[in-house]
């Protein structure tokens, strides 16, 4: 079966300092990967999403940046951090069927 | 493009009562349609989906929706509310099969009375 995991789990970070969220999918091949944030009391925002190695597809501009070095791996990056980069980031996955399944997240606080 | 309003940020509901969470899309073609839930510092996990098969659609946990075309609507619910039903619930819709974009609501945040 596929699974999916986000680290860490948590994070507490300083304005300014660099960032890197992984997700790694697991049980399947050439999967379509997203990540999305999620702000305090809100819905969810579709940052990027990837169809393949290499291949990103950025839906909001910001300083955020995402990069998929492995099929299964799919990377959330930023140089800066600015206090609005806070939220709850989720990565999700989907194949040959028509549902997304998401990994169980990443809190992100920035100080 | 394709949207979703959720009708209601926070519901509140006793236990044993119905659960009535409501959903209505605006898209250019058929849609499909998802139910997500998501519980405290969780990600989301699918309740149920509508891919233009049956227009009643049974989820887990004993919730399902109906896909209503002349209303645009796709309303969840549950006939008995269970205190492990508390969470946040997210309609979604993308407008075809596989590798589309889902475009998400903003989210309804079920409440439990005991």
């Known amino acids: 079966s596929q699974t999916i995991h986000q680290w860490p789990a948590t994070l507490v970070q300083p304005v300014g300092s660099p960032l890197s969220l992984e997700c790694t999918v697991e049980g399947t091949s050439n999967p379509n990967l997203y990540w999305y944030r999620q702000a305090a009391g809100r819905g969810l925002q579709l940052l990027f999403y990837?169809?393949?190695?290499?291949?990103i597809s950025s839906e909001v501009p910001q300083n955020l940046s995402a990069s998929r070095p492995q099929d299964r791996q799919f990377i959330l990056s930023s140089k800066k951090l600015l206090l609005s980069d806070s939220g709850f980031y989720l990565c999700?996955?989907?194949?040959?069927?028509?549902?997304?399944?998401f990994g169980p997240g990443t809190r992100l606080t920035v100080l | 493009a394709q949207s979703v309003t959720q009708l209601g940020s926070h519901v509140s509901v006793s236990e044993g009562a119905l659960v009535l969470l409501r959903c209505n899309y605006s898209s250019s073609v058929p849609p499909y349609l998802f139910w997500y839930v998501q519980y405290p510092n969780q990600g989301l996990q699918l309740l149920l989906k509508y891919t233009s098969a049956a227009t009643l659609v049974k989820g887990i946990n004993g919730f399902e929706a109906e896909f209503k075309k002349s209303e645009t609507s796709f309303h969840l619910t549950k006939p008995s509310a269970h205190m492990s039903d508390a969470a946040e619930y997210f309609c979604a819709v993308s407008l075809n099969f596989g590798n589309e974009k889902l475009t998400f609501g903003t989210g309804t945040r079920l409440t439990i009375i005991p």
């Open positions: 999700a996955w989907d194949g040959a069927t028509d549902t997304q399944y």
């Open positions: 990837s169809v393949g190695i290499g291949q």
